[in-house]
């Protein structure tokens, strides 16, 4: 294995696929000495016209690099990726930049620890495009001295936020963002749905959903306050109210090809707490 101290300022980039191929652009724009490898070397041309250095094997990249980017698929290809390494890794850290589940987050650090190196798990909240027009916000998570180390090198690639000490912080934050856009889009699916199948225009339709979509993202100052309170005022309406609302929504959303959205278990949690004599509470109590 190269001396660590020779490494230190070159990075590895294990994977040059459309996120990788963004992430050595990136770094060598900045003038950063790059190591690249990857499963079929024909996807690594392009890199080494931009001066990157190819690596025969798995190994000698690693080995060259202070900074190993795995930029693969998921985390099963990560977990390849260093069982092929199997050797130590003391003095390295090893970021996952792709996207995994908290449970695979934590695997891949004890697996990272067990060969000596330090490990950081991506959030990667960007397109190729958004890497590569410097625009990308990439979450991060793990050992915070591995961050600061490499704080500088990580900018590059985008804006880098570190978002806690566990490794799983940012797979935990990067996933429920997803599910913010899942639901809201998911919801309005279902409300095009339902109007469609009415024969409501679904564009004047759209202009009222565009306010109430409004509504939501206005009121999340509001009920972050409520939630870090423990308080839930009624505000709009209290759990009876919306209680009757989301029965009424579950008639209007029976047999919707995208399902109810999860209402029956909604409106079970608020039954729970109406019988707990807390019926003028408002929504956020449902997770208070």
């Known amino acids: 294995m190269v001396d660590i101290e020779e490494s230190a300022d070159r990075v590895a980039v294990i994977g040059t696929g459309a996120i990788g191929g963004a992430v050595v652009r990136?770094?060598?724009?900045?003038?950063?000495?790059?190591?690249?490898?990857?499963?079929?070397?024909?996807?690594?041309?392009?890199?080494v016209e931009l001066g990157a250095v190819p690596a025969a094997s798995l190994g000698e990249a690693t080995?060259?690099?202070?900074?190993?980017?795995?930029?693969?698929?998921?985390?099963?290809?990560?977990?390849?990726?260093?069982?092929?390494?199997?050797?130590?890794?003391?003095?390295?850290?090893?970021?996952?930049m792709c996207t995994g589940t908290p449970g695979d987050a934590r695997s891949t650090a004890t697996r990272v620890a067990g060969l000596g190196g330090q490990y950081l798990d991506a959030g990667l909240?960007?397109?190729?495009?958004?890497?590569g027009a410097g625009a990308a916000t990439i979450l991060y998570s793990g050992s915070p001295t591995a961050f600061e180390q490499h704080r500088a090198t990580l900018g590059l690639v985008g804006a880098a936020r570190f978002v806690g000490e566990t490794p799983d912080a940012a797979a935990v934050w990067d996933l429920a963002l997803f599910g913010v856009w899942y639901d809201a889009q998911l919801g309005l699916l279902r409300a095009l749905d339902v109007v469609r199948e009415a024969g409501i225009d679904v564009v004047e339709f759209s202009d009222t959903a565009?306010?109430?979509?409004?509504h939501v993202v206005a009121g999340v100052p509001a009920t972050v306050s409520e939630l870090r309170g423990a308080t839930y005022p009624p505000g709009p309406a209290n759990l009876v109210e919306h209680h009757t609302v989301l029965r009424q929504i579950l008639e209007l959303r029976a047999g919707l090809r995208l399902g109810d959205?999860?209402?029956?278990?909604?409106?079970?949690?608020?039954?729970?707490l109406i019988a707990a004599g807390r019926h003028g509470e408002g929504l956020t109590a449902t997770i208070g």
């Not at 690249?36 to 690594?44: D, F, K, M």
């Not at 690099?65 to 990726?81: F, N, P, Y």
């Not at 959205?261 to 729970?272: D, K, S």
């Open 26 to 47: 990136r770094l060598r724009a900045a003038g950063r000495d790059v190591t690249v490898w990857n499963r079929r070397s024909s996807r690594t041309a392009e890199m």
């Open 63 to 96: 080995s060259a690099s202070a900074l190993i980017l795995l930029t693969v698929t998921d985390h099963a290809a990560v977990r390849q990726c260093l069982d092929s390494v199997g050797e130590d890794l003391s003095g390295r850290t090893v970021v996952a």
């Open 125 to 131: 909240q960007a397109s190729p495009d958004m890497i």
């Open 210 to 214: 565009t306010s109430q979509l409004g």
């Open 261 to 272: 959205g999860g209402l029956p278990e909604v409106v079970a949690r608020i039954e729970a």
